[in-house]
């Protein structure tokens, strides 16, 4: 689903390139997240400042994902209307 999504994001041009930051992205978060989440654990002794921190990192990447979206949307449009504009004067 992953390859998907980043191709309908940004064109199958550099999905590869990009889907390789993504997986060395979620390779890193795996590594490091449990080393965090157990030096947050020793000190507060409780589960809950990890969640926090893991459901605010999700909060995150979500709006950022919605800006992306909205963001390249916005210039997809752009694009076509400069591309009609000059077919129109073609014409």
């Not at 409780?46 to 949307?73: E, H, S, V």
């Amino acid at each position: 689903m992953c390859p998907a999504f980043i191709a309908d994001m940004f064109g199958t041009r550099r999905a590869g390139a990009i889907y390789g930051v993504v997986l060395t992205a979620w390779g890193a978060g795996g590594i490091a997240g449990p080393a965090l989440a157990a030096i947050l654990h020793e000190r507060t002794h409780t589960y809950a400042l990890p969640m926090y921190c893991i459901a605010g990192a999700m909060i995150l990447a979500l709006l950022f994902t919605a800006t992306i979206a909205l963001i390249l949307r916005r210039e997809t449009a752009r694009a076509t209307e400069s591309r009609e504009a000059q077919l129109a004067g073609v014409g």
